[in-house]
């Protein structure tokens, strides 16, 4: 059995910019935010991730990260070349 979800207080602007995405999927307002709420309640909650982060293995690093990061930002282009044949 479905039910219906009201939500008050919807700013216009706001309100304006879901239905404008709406239609630019092709849904009405209703199914568009359906498909949204979904994604959300399939999403794990907040507590949920942080204990599975808590419940893996420490990571055991060769190079001290602070050294990783910087090679990283001294050096972003050479990381991203795309090599075309």
Known sequence: ???TVHIRN???SLHRKLKTRAASAGQTLSNYLLEAIKGLAHRPT???VVAKIHRRRPVRLKTPA???V???REAPAARHRCIVA
Do not use: C, I, T, Y
């Open 1 to 3: 059995m479905s039910r």
């Open 10 to 12: 919807v700013p216009e």
């Open 46 to 48: 907040r507590d949920k």
């Open 66 to 68: 602070a050294v990783l």
């Open 70 to 72: 910087r090679e990283g």
